[in-house]
């Protein structure tokens, strides 16, 4: 399983940062565009996306790998 992909404010713009990395991997003028290549990069590496608020805050998350906690049904 690969590193979790965030995607976080950045310099006025949006960016995507792997898990523990000091730089980011790629920047973007709209939340959904980096939410987007963080999908990508999550589903080649099966992890998971972390989507953060303006403020920083975690506003939501998607698993692309194995999912500890499926959902039943």
Not at 5 to 20: D, E, M, S, T
Not at 33 to 53: C, D, L, Y
Request: no cysteine.
């Amino acid at each position: 399983m690969g590193k979790n992909q965030h995607v976080v404010p950045y310099n006025g713009k949006w960016a995507v940062r792997g898990a523990g990395n000091n730089r980011v991997t790629a920047t973007f003028r709209t939340q959904e565009q980096a939410r987007i290549q963080a999908r990508r990069i999550a589903i080649r590496e099966q992890s998971e996306v972390v989507i953060h608020r303006p403020n920083g805050q975690i506003r939501d998350r998607d698993s692309y790998g194995n999912d500890p906690f499926p959902p039943k049904g």
